[in-house]
């Protein structure tokens, strides 16, 4: 009778160990999982930061003109027999005398400023006016640089110094060197930038010119806009484009139709 009792204790001692060591088994292939999803959880945070990386936008300026005009040839898209001069000096003041380049690198230098405090990022085409780069090369340096949109900030003028006013360009539907997706999205950003910055200035609202005529344009593959900020040929419009608080007003207008074009990006 003891033996067995001795035996039956002996066993149970076998059983609570072999039990106990599963336990112990099981317990370890908790922490191993624990250890794997922590694991997991790392690589889902650094995909995140990844994510966060990649849908930072990037926009490129490019301010138009520069000092000196390069009258050589190029043209006007990849594969046209046509040509126009590489880039032009653009226009000047009739009441500041001032040059539309500068203008057009003051303005771009605060959209800049504006875009990085709304946390895109920048591509300055030009941060001088001492520099020869064509209309042609202006937006490669774009294309290349894999820039979500390409803004040609400028200033217009006209023969008859009464007519002011702000309009955008882009490529229109027949153009034979956009891609259709292209030209769409360019239409949709120049709808956009020209409504927000009329509102934001109060010029007066032209319109979107769409055109197959422009080597900034047409060598561009990605979506692109010309903004004409206003006539210099116009002596009131001349002097707001070359106030600080109107070029404030002008790039925060332009920023807030850029902010909508990739709002509504996110929609589709
Ligand atoms: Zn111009």
Redesign the pocket.
Known sequence: MKKIRWLLLWMTCVIIFFTGCSFLKEGGKDKGQIEEKEKGMTTNSATTTEMKQEEKKLIAIDA??QEQQNSQLEPIGPGASEKKIKV?S??EGVETGVP?YKV?LQVSQKLKKIFQQRGYEVLMIREKNDVDLSNRERAQIANEANADIFLRI???SAENSLVNGALTLCPDSENPYCDSEMIEKSSLLSELVLEQLCRNTGAKKLSIIRTSDMSGINWCEIPVTIV?MGFMSNPEEDEKLNQESYQERLAEGIADGVDTYFEKGMEE
């Open positions: 138009g003109h032009s653009g226009t539309e057009n400028h200033c217009n004409e």
